[in-house]
């Protein structure tokens, strides 16, 4: 699979003038003087909390997949009193997103402007960057160049995430930085109430600080002119289309999925949000819900779905879906950081399953113990690992049940047997990866 | 007796699957298949106050816990 990871739609705005869509993107990496040209200076306000009734009257909401509300982690931290942390979450560690690593390449100054705001609206005086890629040049860069320029308020320090599933998960995050694996814990204490070395803690996605380094500059009012007005705002998707491309694209929430996605011959099924996420069946979305299916959670929760981090793919119809699923929960069940019992016994098993059921010929029993395995781990877990894997295992027995059928006769629909959506490489991982 | 609003919860890192629970208080514990405690998630009636202190008390990996909603 190829992967460019461009962004086709961006166009050079005039300096200083409120952006359309894209609104995150550049066309090109900006350094720091270019940053400044179009953006003018970290908009402080001077106090903490007076910038949280902006974003709430904005509406956003978290962009690392579960789509909190971003005013309410900014109020809970705000209020509490002492030692406060602000962390940016660029971990990204769902292996088909790109997002973030394209946003933090292309616009890190926005993430960085995002972050220290988020720190003067709590009032934190300890700010960190945990990415998946470590300090990368262009941090390091942007970050000596805003101090040359006496930009940042608070120093930031950079954590790399290890290179598993769950190393982006909150308390697993704060585990990290306080120099234990990534390892979650259970809530609550949320880590906005006892965080990093007890501090109360806000973990916000990258992308959704440089949504606040915006907000802060143009107003609520300009950031719901795009999206609907339940979620409004625009977000950065990752897509795969049947040909194997791969390309980050900035979007208003609530456009129609056909819009991102192939949906022609060429494609057997979607898959929305990723690998916790919901395989949708595109003939029948296309006889029936084409132009309904749109990309907010809204509309999506009706189809028992979700945008997540914005993973989409358009699964070509020369694979086989029962076979990409299996790999993907082969990955999934290898990822549980085996510290819940419902998890660590139910994954693997459930993973077996659907292996079982994508070769040929399997079990009378398989399908109806995978849903029943299903069902036992769901809701069962400290973090929401066995409740997005559930998800995803149950949408993949539905949209591709023709397949479980034709799979039982020993047969299989794909002329390709080329894996399709990405996993990472050196999977499975040792089990002393989680630092 | 004031009613009590207290549910029981399971910290499912901390368990380890001895199965107590399930054995001083199968009103509210059964046990999965591979023998961790489904714990029933209404709150925990009146009656059975006394029952399921014991269970929270009893458990060896201090797992079980009771919970105000």
Same mark, same amino acid.
């Given at each position: 699979?190829?992967?460019?990871?461009?962004?086709?739609? *961006?166009?050079?705005? *005039?300096?200083?003038?409120?952006?359309?869509?894209?609104?995150?993107?550049?066309?090109?990496?900006?350094?720091?003087?270019?940053?400044? *040209?179009?953006?003018?200076?970290?908009?402080?306000?001077?106090?903490?909390?007076?910038?949280?009734?902006?974003?709430?009257?904005?509406? !956003?909401?978290?962009?690392?997949?579960?789509?909190?509300?971003?005013?309410?982690?900014?109020?809970? &931290?705000?209020?509490?009193?002492?030692?406060?942390?602000?962390?940016?979450?660029?971990?990204?560690?769902?292996?088909?997103?790109?997002?973030?690593?394209?946003?933090?390449?292309?616009?890190?100054?926005? &993430?960085?402007?995002?972050?220290?705001?988020?720190?003067?609206?709590?009032?934190?005086?300890?700010?960190?960057?945990?990415?998946?890629?470590?300090?990368?040049?262009?941090?390091?860069?942007?970050?000596?160049?805003?101090?040359?320029?006496?930009?940042?308020?608070?120093?930031?320090?950079?954590?790399?995430?290890?290179?598993?599933?769950?190393?982006?998960?909150?308390?697993?995050? &704060?585990?990290?930085?306080?120099?234990?694996?990534?390892?979650?814990?259970?809530?609550?204490?949320?880590?906005?109430?006892?965080?990093?070395?007890?501090?109360?803690?806000?973990?916000?996605?990258?992308?959704? !600080?440089?949504? /606040?380094?915006?907000?802060?500059?143009?107003?609520?009012?300009?950031?719901?002119?795009?999206?609907?007005?339940?979620?409004?705002?625009?977000?950065?998707?990752?897509?795969?289309?049947?040909?194997?491309?791969?390309? @980050? &694209?900035?979007?208003? /929430?609530?456009?129609?999925?056909?819009?991102?996605?192939?949906?022609?011959?060429?494609?057997?099924?979607?898959?929305?949000?990723?690998?916790?996420?919901?395989?949708?069946?595109?003939?029948?979305?296309?006889?029936?819900?084409?132009?309904?299916?749109?990309?907010?959670?809204? %509309?999506?929760?009706?189809?028992?779905?979700?945008?997540?981090?914005?993973?989409?793919?358009?699964?070509?119809?020369?694979?086989?879906?029962?076979?990409?699923?299996?790999?993907?929960?082969?990955?999934?069940?290898?990822?549980?950081?085996?510290?819940?019992?419902?998890?660590?016994?139910?994954?693997?098993?459930?993973?077996?399953?659907?292996?079982?059921?994508?070769?040929?010929?399997?079990?009378?029993?398989?399908?109806?113990? @995978?849903?029943?395995?299903?069902?036992?781990?769901?809701?069962?877990?400290?973090?929401?690992?066995?409740?997005?894997?559930?998800?995803?295992?149950?949408?993949?027995?539905?949209?591709?049940?023709?397949?479980?059928?034709?799979?039982?006769?020993?047969?299989?629909?794909? %002329?390709?047997?080329?894996?399709?959506?990405?996993?990472?490489?050196?999977?499975?991982?040792?089990?002393?990866?989680?630092? | 007796?004031?009613?009590?609003?207290?549910?029981?919860?399971?910290?499912?890192?901390?368990?380890?699957?001895?199965? =107590?629970?399930?054995?001083?208080?199968?009103?509210? =514990?059964?046990?999965?298949?591979?023998?961790?405690?489904? =714990?029933?998630?209404?709150?925990?009636?009146?009656?059975?106050?006394?029952?399921?202190?014991?269970? =929270?008390?009893?458990?060896?990996?201090?797992?079980?816990?009771?919970?105000?909603?």
């Amino acid at each position: 699979m190829t992967t460019t990871t461009v962004n086709e739609t *961006a166009s050079a705005g *005039a300096a200083r003038q409120a952006p359309v869509l894209p609104r995150l993107l550049p066309a090109a990496p900006e350094d720091l003087r270019h940053h400044l *040209a179009r953006y003018g200076p970290t908009p402080y306000r001077g106090q903490a909390g007076q910038l949280i009734s902006d974003i709430e009257t904005s509406g !956003l909401t978290g962009r690392g997949g579960a789509a909190f509300p971003v005013y309410r982690k900014l109020a809970i &931290v705000a209020r509490a009193r002492g030692r406060k942390v602000v962390v940016a979450n660029g971990a990204e560690s769902e292996p088909a997103s790109r997002k973030d690593e394209l946003l933090l390449r292309a616009a890190p100054n926005l &993430v960085l402007d995002g972050l220290q705001l988020a720190a003067e609206a709590t009032g934190a005086t300890e700010a960190h960057l945990y990415t998946h890629y470590g300090p990368t040049p262009e941090i390091l860069r942007a970050l000596a160049e805003r101090a040359a320029a006496s930009l940042d308020m608070v120093d930031v320090t950079i954590t790399r995430a290890p290179p598993r599933f769950l190393a982006g998960q909150e308390s697993a995050l &704060v585990n990290r930085l306080g120099g234990g694996p990534a390892l979650p814990t259970f809530q609550p204490p949320r880590v906005t109430e006892r965080g990093l070395g007890g501090a109360p803690t806000l973990v916000q996605n990258v992308e959704t !600080l440089a949504h /606040i380094a915006l907000i802060a500059r143009y107003g609520p009012r300009w950031f719901r002119a795009v999206g609907t007005s339940a979620e409004p705002g625009s977000m950065l998707t990752t897509v795969y289309q049947p040909d194997g491309r791969c390309r @980050v &694209v900035e979007t208003e /929430i609530g456009a129609p999925l056909r819009t991102l996605l192939s949906s022609g011959p060429e494609t057997r099924a979607w898959l929305v949000g990723g690998y916790h996420g919901t395989w949708l069946p595109v003939p029948q979305a296309a006889a029936l819900t084409l132009e309904a299916l749109t990309l907010d959670n809204g %509309t999506l929760k009706k189809y028992g779905a979700a945008a997540g981090a914005g993973v989409l793919a358009a699964l070509p119809s020369d694979r086989c879906g029962l076979t990409e699923a299996a790999r993907v929960v082969g990955y999934l069940a290898a990822e549980s950081a085996g510290q819940c019992g419902p998890c660590l016994n139910g994954l693997p098993r459930i993973a077996a399953g659907l292996a079982e059921l994508a070769g040929p010929g399997h079990r009378r029993q398989t399908r109806a113990d @995978v849903e029943r395995w299903a069902g036992l781990v769901e809701g069962r877990g400290a973090c929401n690992h066995p409740d997005g894997t559930v998800r995803f295992v149950r949408s993949a027995l539905l949209v591709f049940a023709p397949e479980i059928s034709l799979h039982a006769r020993g047969q299989c629909s794909a %002329t390709n047997r080329r894996p399709f959506l990405p996993l990472p490489d050196g999977f499975p991982t040792s089990e002393e990866d989680w630092t | 007796m004031p009613l009590t609003l207290e549910t029981l919860k399971v910290n499912p890192i901390d368990c380890t699957g001895h199965g =107590v629970c399930a054995e001083l208080l199968p009103e509210l =514990v059964s046990l999965d298949e591979w023998g961790y405690p489904i =714990v029933d998630p209404r709150p925990v009636p009146p009656q059975l106050d006394r029952e399921a202190r014991r269970a =929270v008390a009893a458990c060896p990996a201090l797992a079980l816990k009771l919970m105000r909603k």
